[in-house]
């Protein structure tokens, strides 16, 4: 071959290679705002246009008695043009908000929109009371209507016996009230992520950092750094809200007694009976769930102390967990890297989920890297049907960093076949389904990593991540959620909350869960005020369901089930349109059958046993 020819061939193979490097690296890392709205002008033209469209409420009053203009009215007021643009305005203002909360712009389009929300409240205020003042014979003639064929879970309140609406006066004052509401969450946000100062650490090399949530995690991760360097930034880090603790639990009574207090007014004689019912979750599951918890305590401290063995160390602190036992470490993954070690994990899940996971991916809807206005953490979300779903992360590179992204996916995997599945009234699945979906998406992810390790170290490694995502999504969530159960009750006794006295509930339950198997410093008892979850009103539990149930999903479809796959997307597809029970019982799994919670016991008390077996066999080497 000519030496000429032979460099243009090199040449032209050289360009090819770095074109599909280019092409494989070439994900959008930054929210396309502009895919919504191009600017605030234009925002502000659709805001216009739903204020107006708002007055056509009132032409449906005193017509409310038969199934056609009952049908009509709903269509208004929830699936059709109306909801279509306040989802793409809610969109564009959460999202920006989301990129900094200091932003006055859409500080000032959120403040539009809730005026815009107390407005149709007040508008729709006699809806409900006029459709409930029919007798319930008429009410039951009237929605088993055919009309209202493909919309039947989403109407079912109105011939619930349990269902008692306000008077259009009442619903009209809440609308009013409305405006003063929200704001002890507000507050928090303001305080959490601008306005209270990071505890600053003196680093090795003489500098002085600010141990935000990005250089803590830096710190803990690295083997660069001391035992005694970390447990110095694992106290200043638990401490942060020390000083402002009593304003803290201000906050968090004001959110919950805003929560108790509609409840009563919904005739519901605790929140969390409220909140259970708004998810349509029988009572039953909260308590089979904290029974499950308590019964595998044993287990879960089982796993600290093999870790402490694996270790060397004869106390364990919390940041040690943030220690492998193995040697194995894949370092720092570049973003790219990430997503497809996921997209081969979740392959199993066939060829249909894998096109629309890269499709969101690749949509110019995923925000990756953290900045210094930008919210914390990761999330997803899907208020408007007319787009993919849009993701957030706050990526680091570390191996739960690559975890999250299968997390957040699974989410916006299921809001995506239900829009292509469903029609608008079962959009937007409820978080208690929403979750099993995200923590499948980590099991299997898991799974994959252990079962394709090279060796037993690096299989050690991916299952101390299992081990920490069950435990953190499950048993620490379940503390959560005695936390929280434990403060709704004083507030519905009518008592304040303090904040040592939150604190040290705090702290019991951190020891009756870890025992002595972790000691954790008393900075530790703070670390409630730090935690927005707490605010979103019987939230966490969920995170616990959420494992449980995708535990035996996962197991199904790893283990080869038949039609574990197929039932698992039917699921997905499924979104909104029955109770957690039924929608759960598509994909295998029963929500209030006690099997159900032996079985993720013994899933994770499997895993343990391995865990055990492989820091034993380290050890004896």
């Known amino acids: 071959m000519k030496k000429g020819l032979a460099w243009f061939l090199i040449l032209v193979l050289l360009l090819s290679v770095m074109v599909t490097a280019s092409a494989e690296s070439a994900l959008p890392t930054t929210w396309n705002l502009t895919s919504v709205y191009n600017s605030v002008d234009e925002w502000q033209a659709d805001y216009d246009t739903v204020m107006e469209m708002l007055n056509n409420y009132e ?16 269509q208004f ?17 959460s999202l920006g908000s989301n990129l900094d909360s200091t932003d006055p712009v859409f500080a000032q389009l959120n403040a539009k929109l809730s005026a815009m929300n107390v407005k149709e409240a007040q508008l729709q205020a006699f809806a409900d009371p006029e459709i409930f003042a029919l007798p319930m014979e008429e009410r039951e003639a009237i929605f088993s209507d055919p ?19 306000l008077s259009e006066e009442a619903n009209a004052a809440m609308a009013t009230v409305s405006m003063a509401l929200g704001y002890p969450y507000k507050a928090f946000e303001r305080m959490e992520y601008v306005e209270m100062p990071y505890q600053t650490v003196n680093m090795p090399d003489g500098t002085v950092r600010e141990l935000n949530d990005e250089v803590y995690d830096d710190i803990i ?21 020390k000083n402002y603790i009593n304003t803290m639990a201000t906050l968090l009574e004001g959110n919950a007694r805003q929560a108790y207090a509609n409840a009563i007014l919904s005739h519901f004689e605790t929140t969390r009976e409220a909140q259970l019912y708004a998810y349509d979750v029988k009572p039953a599951v909260y308590d089979m769930l904290i029974e499950c918890a308590h019964a595998g305590i044993e287990d879960y401290q089982r796993y600290y102390r093999a870790h402490a063995r694996g270790l060397g160390l004869d106390e364990l602190y919390t940041f040690d967990m943030a220690t492998y036992v193995s040697d194995f470490n894949p370092g720092k993954i570049k973003y790219e890297d990430a997503v497809a070690e996921v997209i081969d994990a979740l392959g199993v899940l066939g060829e249909e989920y894998i096109e629309t996971f890269k499709n969101i991916l690749s949509s110019g809807h995923v925000d990756v890297y953290p900045t210094d206005t930008k919210t914390t953490g990761a999330f997803e979300t899907c208020p408007s049907s007319d787009f993919l779903p849009w ?6 590179g570390y191996s739960n960093d690559v975890s999250t992204i299968a997390h957040e996916m699974g989410h916006a995997m299921y809001d995506a076949l239900t829009i292509e599945n469903q029609p608008k009234q079962y959009h937007s699945p409820t978080i208690f389904t929403q979750e099993v979906a995200s923590t499948t998406n980590e099991l299997i992810y898991y799974n994959y990593k252990m079962s394709h390790a090279s060796n037993d170290d690096e299989k050690l490694y991916y299952l101390q991540n299992a081990l920490d995502l069950f435990t953190g999504t499950f048993f620490t969530q379940v503390m959560f959620a005695e936390f929280e159960d434990y403060f709704y009750q004083i507030v519905e006794a009518g008592d304040a909350l303090d904040g040592e006295a939150l604190s040290d509930k705090y702290l019991e339950l951190l020891n009756k869960y870890q025992g002595d198997a972790v000691i954790s410093f008393p900075e530790a008892k703070y670390r409630w005020a730090d935690i927005p979850h707490f605010y979103y009103v019987y939230y966490v539990y969920q995170y616990a369901t959420s494992i449980t149930y995708a535990a035996s999903i996962a197991q199904g479809i790893l283990g080869g089930k038949e039609n574990a796959v197929e039932d698992y997307l039917s699921f997905l597809k499924a979104g909104r349109s029955a109770d957690p029970q039924t929608l759960l019982s598509i994909a295998g799994v029963d929500p209030l059958k006690e099997e159900t919670y032996r079985a993720a016991m013994d899933y994770f008390k499997g895993l343990v046993d391995e865990y055990e077996r492989l820091v034993d066999a380290r050890l004896q080497k």
């Open 59 to 74: 032409q449906y009053r005193g017509k409310l008695n038969n199934a056609q203009n009952i049908y009509d009215y709903l």
């Open 391 to 396: 993701v957030l992360f706050n990526y680091n």
């Open 221 to 241: 991760h690295s083997d660069e750094y001391s035992r005694e360097f970390k447990a110095e930034a694992n106290k200043l880090y638990g401490s942060r809200a």
């Open 147 to 165: 009309i209202f064929a493909d919309c039947s879970y989403a109407v079912k309140r109105y011939t619930d016996p349990k269902s008692q609406p």
């Open 77 to 93: 007021a929830y699936f059709t043009e109306l909801t279509r643009l306040q989802g793409k305005l809610n969109l564009y203002a």
